[in-house]
């Protein structure tokens, strides 16, 4: 099943990015397995990809400073100390948070997009073990609540997810989702963010819109991007997981976030 969800998404890569991926090989088993590549009469984005993180793995702990490779091996992750874990995920395995450690990815790295960005990944957390305030993902200073970033988490109060952002003209804002996603089951989440909205879909279809009253750029000057808190006052997540987490520099469009989301809810990317 890996590969074909591989193939079907190095086949709506450039021919540069691909190679890059996994070569001349790889990029002619991508081009031979036809009958799984995204429908071409649609434009997914795929040039605009920066980072993406399969979170696969021998199932079990993850090893203090471990590698959690990104697809393209620039924007590689690595583990703050032991105690992640691979557990059986929406695709293959899935990466578990402990309540203490996270995945960082360098700062410099391609994946830490500013101004206009796409994040997408499945989520399985549920809530009633959950941590408050917890924080999945974000490019956010852990110290400095004043620091211009993103972070992405649980509200302790609605229990539902909670997209914060501080622009670089200082506003802090903050939207929730209506849907529960905090159910204990494999949840699709999609946010994209411009200089003037914010939008969060949940499998598939758009959930929320937070309008960006001020500022130009959501990106943090100092914080590298993590996966898992701690973001500001949110902590690392405990029990929860995270799958396919996929960062763009551009805005998907609602159809390409729908489809994306269908094919992966049976198996193909």
Known sequence: ????VLSSLLLLLSPNLRAQAFGTTGAMMAANTATNQLDISWTPQWSNLKAYYRLDGKVGAIAASAVVPDLFGTSNATATASGLSFANGKLEQGLTFNGVTNI???RTSPANVCTTVTILMWIKWNATTATSWASV???YNGSACTDAGWYVQQNSNTKKLELSLNTSGGNNQSTSSTADVFDGTWRHVAITISA????IYVDGALDKTLAIVAGTGVCSPTAPLNLGGPMCDSAVPSGAMVDEFAIFNTVLTAPQISTIYNRQK????
């Open 196 to 199: 003037t909205q914010a939008l």
């Open 1 to 4: 099943m890996r590969a074909l």
């Open 137 to 139: 993902a974000g490019n």
């Open 266 to 269: 049976n198996g193909i990317q």
């Open 104 to 106: 960082t990815i360098p």
